[in-house]
């Protein structure tokens, strides 16, 4: 049976926090016929994507591992790696995704020691390093670190948090999170010292949802051998392998691992600091039009310091009054601007604009006046300004 839909003129332009807007050279890379496992082009599709990651998070030794998953299935094979169930490991609070990671992380039946979290504000850096002064038996196994959490859209210090395990001497392991923020924020895998880094295709990778991203070191590695716990699917050592069809603990997803061979291709194309430049200034202009907003006395910023707010994804806060799917409805049906809503504490408190991945200012702009309108369509007072500011930001660049 044909559903019939209204066709929709023009792009309706994508600013959720990913899934975010995909080239067409992406696209077009993933409309090949599969190929049969033998086929060299395989291996060397998976080799490109391994050698792109790795420049990407600067970790030229650590290995590699792709996973057919979302962002919650890489997290679920660091936790199946790095913990034995029964043991511990720290999340710092950082808002909706460290306490998503650490629910999960319980289910496993390991345990977890979280830092409390103050809301619209970073990881508590003291607390972290407190913690694992107080962890006097080494129980930590591992620190989880959310880099850029998409729900507060905080961009939190891992150079801080690196110090705090360093100051109080603590052998965990160092885990970062950086779903919402590769390919957009700089991160530096070595100079951080950290020993995994995780990822999803679907964010700054400018994929579609399904490759989960894996970088790990050799001390990481170390640690994922030493202990028992059964696992398969998940486990790192027997991804280690030259087959690809180990590489994959099964066939691997040809048509994905070319989009993202292709989305490599196109960041490190544009210049790693040149696509961080790009983030930074249109998260810029979003933050000018959120400025402009707040003026009108309904509006604001989620997150408190200017200083941390993400260049992937903005956060704002809105009153009770507003039916934020209703928002959503008319930016996305009416204005064809996709956002999306608040999550887990901030669920019809906020509305967040995804800025990352393959974005440029006509989109921003055309994002900005697009949300402009549905709040004005809703009544919302939106201040002095907000699309003009963001419009002369751009300009003054
Ligand atoms: C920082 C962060 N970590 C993990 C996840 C989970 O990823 P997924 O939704 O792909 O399972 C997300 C999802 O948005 C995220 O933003």
Redesign the pocket.
Known sequence: MTIHRPRVPGRRLLHSP?PSPVPDAVLQAMSQQPMDLADPRVDANIAACEAGIRTLVNAPKADVFFFIS???GV?ESVVENLAAPGQVVLIPGTGH?SEQWAIQTEALGRRVVRTPWNPGWPMDMAAIEQTLRDDKAHEIQAVFA?H???ASSVTNDLMAVRRAIDAAGHPALLVA?V??SLGCAPYDMEALGADVTLG?S?KGLMCP?GIGILAVNERAMAAAEAHPAPRFYWDWTRRRADLNYRKFCGTPPHSLMQGLEAALDLILQEGLSNVHRRHAELAGAVQAAVEGWRTGGALDFFCQDPAVRSVSVTTITIPDSLPVDALRATARERFQVSIAGGLGPLTGKAFRIGHLGDQNAANILGAIAGVEAALVVHGVPVGEGGTRRALMHLAAL
């Open positions: 990913g979302n962002g919650h997290w995704f959310v850029t959490d998409t999170d779903v919402a999803a679907q949802p």
